[in-house]
C-alpha cells in the first residue's frame, strides 16, 4: 500500500467508512510507515481540538441581514401567479386580432379537404355516395342467410356466387 492510499484510508477509518480488510492493510502500512503514523497522531489530535473549541457567538444582527436577503433572492425567483400568466398571454394576442378571421377561413379550408379526403375512397369511383349499394347489399345479405337457413335447396355454388356479388357491391 502507498503511502497516498494509506492516508485516504486513514480518513475513511476516521469517518467509520473503512471496510475491515482494508483496516488490517492499513495497520500493517503504519507499523512500517512513520509517516502515515504520524499523519494519523495529527489527524486525531485536530478533531480533539476542533471538537473542544469553544464556538464563537452568534450575531444576531448579521444573520437577520443575511436571512432577509436571502428572502428577498428567493422572492425575485418565485414563479408569477397564474393570473399574471394569463394576463400575459392575452397580452401577446392584443395585436393579432386582425388575423382572427383569416384563421377562421383558413382552418374551414383545411377541414373541408380533409373531409372530402376521408370520405372519397368511400365514394365507388367518380360518382357521390349510392344509396342504391346499401340496398344491394340488404338483398345479397338476405339472399345469402336464405340459403344458409334452407341447406336442403343451397348449393355452394349459389352460396359462392351471392358472397362474390356481395364482395363485388361492398367493393
Known sequence: MKCNEAQLNILREH?????????S??????AACAACRNYRTDLLQLAEAAHTAEQPPVDHFAMRMLLEAGQ?????????????????????WENTLTLRPALA?????????????????????NMAWNDGVDQQI??????????????????????????????NVEG
Open 15 to 23: 469517518a467509520g467508512e473503512l471496510v475491515p480488510w482494508r483496516r
Open 25 to 30: 492493510t492499513l495497520h500493517r502500512h503504519m
Open 72 to 92: 428577498r433572492t428567493l422572492d425575485r425567483r418565485a414563479v408569477r401567479s397564474l393570473g399574471k400568466r394569463v394576463g400575459d398571454f392575452f397580452k401577446t
Open 105 to 125: 377561413v383558413a382552418t374551414a379550408v383545411l377541414l373541408l379537404a380533409i373531409g372530402v379526403w376521408l370520405v372519397r375512397p368511400h365514394a365507388g369511383g
Open 138 to 167: 340488404e338483398k345479397l345479405e338476405a339472399s345469402l342467410a336464405s340459403l344458409e337457413a334452407d341447406s336442403s335447396r343451397a348449393s355452394s355454388a349459389d352460396a359462392e356466387s351471392i358472397a362474390s356479388q356481395l364482395l
